[in-house]
């Protein structure tokens, strides 16, 4: 989806009026200041105090305030909240979010307005206190909701039906009258998103995520976070859904992606790649805002899917807070987006398909078409040709801790270091290839969002690049002294096979181009110190002071432009995510290096998940089948004299 179909996409939302009918919940976040030795005199028991108090929409107030960024003719809320001071502050929310709460009912006695009070105690939350969990709506509140939902059908051109609180409806009879209603405008657009009623409602559009639909086919799947409903499953699943009731039906599958099911056929929009912490709660609230708007502004449902999987992308990022997306942050992050490639594939390696008699891992049997014309190829160098700076991700790691967790490093307890520790190594993970410069973005933003470290300590990025710089050098300075001194070889340093491999292209008369995220003076003194600098006659490319300049994208697009190059004409060989993703962004073949840098060969399988969602074609673990690897990439047969000299 381009940028000027977001712009048309916002511009026909301005004229869209919605109504939501649902769940009304408040977030309340109290920060806690730290425990003092005051004891109460009326009780004799220790006081606790709060440094700061703030509240959030939640449940269908959240949908709303996602709604509201968006920038609508109209939004109308539809809900009961308690004669209470929790109740008056989420009015007074959503009003501020420009929505008309003539409709939101006070029931005074019996219900208390829905509020999750999360206590933060040095960084860590306690656990949450829960308000109306008891809550019983009296048959009058309900008729007067169902005299809403039915003036909303024929008002306005949407109606969310947002159930996530378990409980909420006490009256059976208010499923069939809704039911009712949905018969009776059975032309207009009512999304439904119900977490404990899905079977019992009828005349629906539907936003579910991979579990629920697999639910309403009768397929119970554990609820856990780890466990995903396969992509194909959750195909069947959708389809037959949406042949049951005839309009569309859209499933979230978290990272990866949507599914949006309509008369003309599935519609899959893969999951974007975010290197930040993520936060997903409220993402789906985030959907089916941007999927409501965009089907009451008259836009497909294919297209609705894609704007909502750029809106959820937005939201996911902010941390601490139900976020939402508005129009400009969704023109930003669909500008060059990175997608999730194959994310079943990814996560389950019983499933890959090997090349015969090779370590190869086939992940895109299309790749075997674009074969034959590689005249320019780009090699990342750490753990795919150089293993000088292997151990490098443990130093990182331990910069990271010490930064985040400052003068409490020592003494933290074990379950919030663990915490923090699950943190830094997904960012780790996620971010291996970019600009060291990027990473250390990514950790002054993490040091902020912990609060270990009091925000006059907080230190910029480029001196959280120097204390890294400092530590990994360290190692990597006594390792080229050995290398110096002959105690060690060149081959003890590289990955197996890879120097004879770059000398084969080389003489076919491929064009090499060396880019790594490290700072470019030392990537090209490591590869001149293992003798191979002068095979890449295409350049020498790192990370540069001004470092808004270099990125590997920006390799690979000059590469390609300045040459006139066809995308298959351009291969990229790493053991990262970057160089893979943005080969295929540009259309090149993208080799992703499952190395072993300790062994130097062989495969480390937890770089496995990484590459293949980067968009890895192939796979191998290092260059030691080069007979093999070149047949494939020139349409050779194995066997040729000058494979064979290999």
Known sequence: MDQESIYSILEKIKSVRIAVYGDFCLDAYWIMDKPGTEISIETGLPVYSVARHYYSPGGAANVVANLSALQPAGIKVIGVVGDDLYGRELTAQLQTLGADTSSFIVQEENVSTYTYLKRYVEGREEPRIDFGISNK??????????????????????????????????????????????????????????????????????????????????????????????????????????????????????????IAFDKEGSHEVPGLQLTSVLDTVGAGDTVISAVTLCLAAGVSPAAAAQFA?????????????????????????????????????????????????????????????????????????????????????????????????????????????????EQVREFIHKTTGIQTIYQMEG??????????????????????????????????????????????EPEDFTMKGAVPFLKELKQRGVTLYLASGTDV?????????????????????????????????????????????????????????????????????????????????????????????????????DFSQPAQLLSLLFKEKVGSASLQTL
Request: charged share 25%; aromatic share 8%.
């Open 443 to 488: 950790l002054v933003n993490m040091v902020h969002e912990a609060g270990f470290v009091p925000e006059e300590k907080v230190l910029d990025k480029f001196r959280y690049k120097e204390l890294y710089n400092e530590a990994l050098m360290e190692m990597v300075s006594q390792r080229l002294a050995k290398l110096q001194a002959g105690e060690l």
């Open 137 to 258: 709506r009296s048959e009058e509140t309900d008729q007067l909701l169902l005299h809403a939902l039915e003036l909303a059908l024929r008002e306005y051109d949407a109606v969310i039906f947002n159930q996530q609180v378990v409980g909420s409806i006490t009256n059976e009879k208010f499923i069939e009258e809704a039911n009712c209603l949905f018969e009776k405008y059975d032309d207009k657009i009512v999304m439904l998103d119900s977490r404990h009623y899905n079977e019992r409602f009828r005349n629906t559009y539907r936003k579910a995520n991979d579990k629920e639909i697999a639910s309403l086919c009768g397929v119970e799947v554990e609820v856990a976070p780890s466990v995903a409903v396969p992509m194909k499953e959750v195909k069947r699943y959708g389809q037959k859904i949406h042949t049951f009731s005839g309009k569309p039906v859209f499933v979230t599958c978290g990272s990866r992606g949507i």
């Open 309 to 421: 999987n750029f809106a959820a992308a937005v939201t996911v990022q902010k941390l601490f807070i139900t976020g939402t997306a508005s129009g400009e942050e969704i023109l930003a992050i669909s500008q060059n987006p990175n997608y999730v490639y194959q994310p079943d594939l990814a996560d389950n390696p019983r499933s890959a398909e090997y090349l015969p008699e090779t370590e190869t891992e086939l992940c895109d049997p299309t790749v075997l078409e674009k074969m034959g014309d590689i005249r320019y190829a780009v090699f990342d160098h750490d753990g795919t040709i150089s293993t000088l700076r292997q151990g490098w991700e443990e130093i990182m790691e331990t910069v990271m801790m010490k930064s985040i967790l400052g003068e409490q490093y020592t003494t933290i307890d074990q379950a919030s270091y663990t915490h923090v520790l």
């Open 521 to 621: 003076e030392d990537v090209i003194n490591e590869a001149r110190a293992l003798g191979y600098a002068e095979l890449f006659a295409g350049g020498i490319y790192g990370a540069l002071k001004e470092y808004t300049k270099f990125s590997k994208r920006m390799i690979i697009e000059r590469i390609i432009r300045d040459n006139g190059l066809k995308g298959n004409e351009l291969a990229a060989f790493g053991d990262g995510p970057d160089e893979i993703r943005e080969a295929r962004r540009y259309g090149g073949i993208a080799v992703g290096i499952t190395s072993n840098e300790i062994r130097r060969h062989g495969h480390n399988h937890e770089k496995r998940p990484r590459l293949v969602r980067a968009g890895a074609q192939l796979l191998i673990p």
